[in-house]
């Protein structure tokens, strides 16, 4: 693609907007901030890298201590895989004969692969697909309160362990959960419940995996849990400002965008629409956080414009052709939406990575 990508010592003035860019200083006090807390409470740490997707990225969460990556599709371990990571947890209910095909492929070529499963015919699967030659780790997916993907009790839970252990291609390592926001009394419950069953079959549960960004400096309320999985605390977002996890010091994602039109007193638009933030509301009422203009709305998106409600801002917006730095609701989804990030230190282009992962989504 013939795109203008700023070279480093841009100013960020000058980069065409719009434009995820991404603070290098933020960036790094993140994963130091994450990695120290888990090492000051003797856990392990592994990164869901859906947030960037940038293989350069998570070489600095794994230089910082970090034990592996967590995926959430195979064709993203893929891509990892490509760029010399080795060892991956899939976080995904893998089915149908392609996929199972690829994932074999790529247990080939991986050292530590492991994958999650809630269900008998997820076992079956993956049974079906794998020899005893080189057994998968296969993780127990629990459904502790988040109410997404899980079994539903630790009786299931053991009760899915217990064929996982018996199918001669698989083995046994653990069991997973992502749980509801401040979940951490009912995991904790959930896990110990569970090694209990466990134990009365004879059977250990090395890996205890547990998850979440809003609840990333409560780990330490869930003692059994073995490691911790988190992706958006690398960047943070206005949805982690609002559960209290981080501060707007600790944003590192902002989107830069352009007035390109006034065409009211009380309306300004921008050239950031659907395709460069997120129409993930997440709870708010709108689609991003304008920084330094408090009561500018961005009220709706169309594919190429974000319209902005003025009616409650007392400050000077922007004329047409001034920038804005954008907020955005949830990071994650924005960098699925590029092909590549602007990172800068003071306001000074540094680098630019390709999105390595971008689109990876079965």
């Not at 841009?10 to 990695?35: C, F, G, H, S, Y």
């Not at 392990?44 to 034990?67: C, D, E, N, S, Y």
């Not at 990333?216 to 209290?244: C, I, K, Q, W």
């Not at 709108?286 to 009616?311: C, N, P, Q, W």
Request: glycine share 8%; net charge negative; proline share 5%.
């Amino acid at each position: 693609m013939n795109y203008p990508w700023p070279e480093a010592g841009t100013p960020l003035d000058q980069v065409v907007t719009p434009m995820p860019v991404i603070d290098e200083d933020r960036l790094a006090a993140n994963i130091a901030k994450a990695q120290a807390y888990f090492n000051q409470h003797g856990k392990a740490f592994r990164p869901h890298i859906k947030t960037h997707k940038i293989a350069a990225v998570a070489r600095q969460q794994l230089a910082a201590g970090a034990v592996g990556i967590n995926c959430q599709k195979v064709s993203e371990a893929e891509v990892f895989a490509d760029a010399g990571f080795e060892d991956i947890l899939i976080t995904y209910n893998i089915l149908g004969a392609a996929k199972l095909k690829r994932l074999r492929e790529l247990h080939e070529r991986v050292a530590r692969l492991s994958v999650v499963a809630d269900s008998e015919a997820v076992v079956q699967g993956l049974a079906a697909t794998f020899d005893p030659a080189k057994p998968l780790a296969v993780l127990v997916e629990c459904d502790t309160g988040g109410k997404r993907c899980g079994v539903q009790t630790p009786e299931a839970a053991a009760i899915l362990a217990q064929k996982i252990a018996a199918a001669p291609g698989l083995r046994f390592a653990g069991i997973l959960t992502y749980p509801a926001i401040g979940g951490a009394a009912a995991v904790e419950t959930f896990i110990v419940r569970t090694m209990e069953l466990l134990a009365a079959k004879g059977m250990d549960c090395p890996i205890r995996s547990n998850g979440g960004s809003p609840d990333l400096f409560s780990a330490h309320l869930v003692p059994s849990a073995t490691e911790h999985r988190a992706g958006t605390y690398v960047y943070n977002d206005r949805s982690m400002v609002r559960s209290g996890h981080c501060t707007t010091d600790d944003l590192a994602m902002h989107i830069l965008a352009t007035v390109v039109s006034k065409p009211a007193p009380d309306r300004a638009i921008l050239d950031a629409g659907s395709k460069a933030l997120t129409s993930d509301l997440l709870g708010f009422s709108d689609y991003g956080m304008i920084e330094g203009f408090e009561g500018a709305r961005i009220v709706s998106l169309s594919e190429e414009h974000a319209t902005v409600d003025l009616k409650d801002c007392r400050i000077a917006f922007p004329d047409v052709g001034q920038m804005v730095k954008i907020v955005p609701n949830h990071t994650c989804v924005v960098s699925n939406l590029f092909d590549r990030m602007v990172f800068h230190r003071n306001g000074i282009v540094t680098r630019v990575e390709i999105v390595d992962a971008r689109g990876t989504v079965w």
